[in-house]
């Protein structure tokens, strides 16, 4: 039995998971179901003269194809279609809405049929005509229009003049590649007509967030739309905003006036948002000792026409390390695309990716361990704010993961370890995450036999939600795992917003507390009412709730059973609803953090690079189940090997297309790419951050996993490679 929270628990849904029984969002079924398919623009900016749909409407089984000139209504106003995440600066996307194209792979028509096949294969009928504009999608042109992100953090000092002036001295490049969403789960929606209702499954991380934005899209009322979304298979933040399958599924289902679902191509996937394309240029100034002058880290990342979209790439430069000076800057190339989205830890995983590799030349060039560097520069304050954390075990991640590792065996000169026709590598680099919390409500329903229903709006994108949420309830309650069951993923259910930013577990779980709270007092109202009460002196601070029976902190012979009490006032339940609500607390940063190390074995004629090892020591508080957040942290390695050596969204320029829209030649690390991974939980006493301690996992794991393997890559080759990924060409030039 208890204490659930901090036991490694296998998921509460894996049975549903594994037999079929989870379902997700194309795989709710309705009779007279009809199917759509999306007609996607291969022109990448210009206007539509003509769309001749004849073709397309004669096949048997289409019932019609929707375009921006006859669709549903739609709001006229930028505001509609903002959303809870999506960019302050500019004017969102407006799928089928009129006849602009502004980016390749926009959906223009949407072909409804009675067959998922019918549609598709009527959507290749679908002919068009656009008017071509001039259009520009690489990053790296000269002229490309550029805008400056607000101040990211205030500058200390005069870094430029304090570089100039240092004895060591590093300047560099560092590139990382567009990358697409490849979740396995195609994005999906299925919009139920109910007349004036209407239900829309979909695949999202915020059903809340997608239930507004239909709501205004439609000019529909909030009882009119449900949005909802049990199961996700993996999102990373392409579903924190609502994305275009949903309001075409809306759309085709106020057309037909019948239930209709939508799932997008793997084609089609890559005209959903994206990681965008960053060159980072950071300048680090040293004392020969070892300590850093001067940080500077700007930022230039790429964006559409329409949308700023920005994540904070260089502020942890400043943050992480002792420096007297450091300055920053963030610029946006303006490009005919698809705005880009969060993907797993943006800003910091492309930010401290440079970092992370400046730092490791900076060793080099101080002829210094690049773990005795980090050592050298270790800081207890945020640098950027003057400010204590905490809480920050990063010592004893750099400690555990070395010692894990063997890192003392490392010897320093490169293509100086090898293992046969392998030369080998070993590097490592620090990782850096916010641990945010948000208000989030849950609702809780205990019944006099000891059944918990736990509800919350939030998502469950894979993390292990449905899991911690029974966890904490559990021990909250004091009633085993199974008596627990938990309702999420419905616009219905107690407020959250999106799930991401790595906040759910501990937001979620402080508004279990706060909930399983008010329903102790009430049982102890009802306790007190019981003739000669054990409990009646007892103040409700000092009871908890323990195997079915509330009960004195300070005597466990004094206790009354869950049901006695609900039966002292006749109840055969109770249900609360609460809130988390986290004050604003800028005396301290909330940070968690990590140190991986890795190893590579580099064949010497081949330049093939596989990853051998990595250790992965993460220091994010509390660790409510080492089972799940074990996995958050190893699929974020895997993750990281991607972003290292495989993952690369090709555009090409001359047409504004991604040319390798699909599996086989957008590479991701398979089973063969993935060797040994280890990862560490470092304790982490916070008392500060919440009352249970908690920070949150899961983008932390991907966080300086890249530079940790490039770092690697150039120990054993004794070749640096600064633009990602690190592929065999690039290393053999
Ligand atoms: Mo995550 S990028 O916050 O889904």
């Not at 002058?293 to 790429?302: P, S």
């Not at 908890?544 to 039966?567: C, N, W």
């Not at 829209?661 to 008392?687: C, G, R, S, W």
């Amino acid at each position: 039995m208890a204490p659930f929270i901090g036991t490694a628990t296998s998921r509460v849904d894996g049975h549903a998971k594994v037999t079929g029984g989870a379902k997700y969002a194309a795989e709710f079924n309705v009779s007279n179901l009809a199917y759509a398919s999306i007609v996607a623009s291969t022109v990448t900016k210009g206007r539509i003269v003509r769309i001749d749909t004849t073709e397309a409407t004669r096949v048997a089984g289409v019932i019609d194809v929707l375009t921006h000139a006859n669709r549903p209504p739609m709001a006229r106003t930028d505001s509609a279609y903002k959303d809870e995440v999506g960019p302050e600066e500019g004017s969102p996307f407006r799928p089928l809405y009129d006849d602009k194209i502004i980016f390749n792979r926009q959906p223009i028509a949407l072909v409804v049929a009675d067959e998922a096949e019918i549609a598709r294969f009527a959507a290749t009928l679908v002919r068009v005509d656009c008017e071509e504009d001039e259009y520009v999608t690489d990053l790296f042109r000269r002229d490309n229009k550029i805008v400056t992100v607000k101040k990211p953090a205030a500058p200390r000092g005069n870094a430029g003049k304090a570089y100039a002036a240092s004895d060591v001295r590093h300047e560099a490049e560092y590139v990382i590649p567009m990358e697409h969403h490849n979740p396995m789960e195609l994005f999906a929606a299925t919009a139920i007509w109910e007349g004036d209702k209407l239900t829309v499954y979909d695949k999202t991380q915020g059903v809340q967030n997608v239930q507004r934005y239909l709501c205004n899209v439609f000019s529909m009322k909030p009882d009119e739309v449900r949005v909802v979304s049990p199961f996700v298979g993996g999102a990373f933040g392409v579903g924190l905003r609502p994305q275009f399958e949903a309001v075409l599924a809306v759309l085709a289902a106020l057309a037909t006036k019948r239930s209709v679902r939508l799932v997008l191509t793997r084609q089609q996937m890559f005209g959903l948002s994206y990681r965008p394309a960053t060159i980072e240029r950071l300048a680090l100034g040293a004392k020969p000792t070892g300590t850093l002058n001067a940080v500077t880290h700007d930022a230039i990342a790429m964006t559409s026409r329409y949308e700023d979209f920005a994540r904070n790439d260089t502020t942890w430069s400043g943050l992480l390390y002792k420096s007297a000076s450091a300055a920053y800057s963030h610029k946006l190339a303006k490009l005919d695309v698809q705005t880009p989205s969060d993907m797993r830890a943006p800003g910091a995983a492309t930010g401290v990716y440079a970092l992370e590799c400046a730092m490791d030349e900076l060793a080099v060039a101080l002829k210094l361990d690049p773990l005795e560097l980090r050592y050298r520069v270790y800081s207890d304050r945020d640098q950027n704010n003057d400010v204590p954390y905490t809480s920050k075990q990063l010592r004893e991640c750099y400690r555990q993961g070395a010692e894990a590792f063997g890192w003392d065996k490392r010897s320093p000169a490169p293509r100086t370890m090898r293992d046969g026709s392998e030369l080998v590598g070993w590097g490592m680099a620090t990782g850096v995450w916010d641990a945010w919390q948000m208000k989030f409500t849950t609702r809780i329903a205990l019944t006099a036999n000891g059944h918990a229903e736990v509800a919350c709006s939030t998502s469950d994108i894979g993390t292990g939600t449905y899991t911690i949420m029974a966890q904490v309830a559990a021990d909250m309650l004091g009633v085993p795992l199974e008596s627990v069951t938990v309702k999420l993923g419905d616009s219905t259910l107690p407020q959250s917003p999106v799930e991401g930013g790595s906040w759910t577990a501990a937001s979620v779980s402080h508004a279990i507390a706060v909930t399983a709270g008010k329903i102790r007092k009430d049982l102890l109202q009802l306790a007190k009412k019981i003739p000669n009460s054990p409990l009646r002196e007892a103040k409700a601070e000092d009871v908890t709730l323990v195997e079915g029976k509330l009960t004195s902190k300070r005597d466990a012979h004094r206790f009354v059973s869950i049901a006695d009490a609900m039966r002292s006032g006749a109840l055969d339940r109770i249900e609360k609803e609460g809130s988390s609500d986290f004050k604003e607390d800028s005396s301290h940063a909330h940070n968690t953090h990590s140190a991986i190390f890795a190893e590579v074995k580099v064949d010497e004629e081949l330049g093939v690079i596989r990853v051998t090892r990595v250790v992965s020591a993460v220091a994010a508080g509390r660790i409510l189940n080492p089972k799940t957040a074990g996995s958050q942290i190893m699929g974020s390695v895997v993750w990281g090997i991607g972003m290292a050596l495989h993952e690369e969204t090709v555009i090409d320029h001359a047409f504004g297309r991604v040319m390798n829209a699909n599996l086989a030649e957008y590479h991701v690390p398979v089973n063969a790419d993935v060797q040994d991974i280890k990862v560490i939980f470092v304790e982490e006493p916070d008392e500060i951050i919440n009352p249970l301690g908690i920070k949150g996992v899961g983008e932390i794991g991907i966080i300086g996993v890249a530079a940790a393997i490039a770092n690697a890559v150039y120990h054993a080759t004794g070749k640096r490679v600064r633009d990602l990924p690190i592929t065999l060409d690039k290393l053999m030039r």
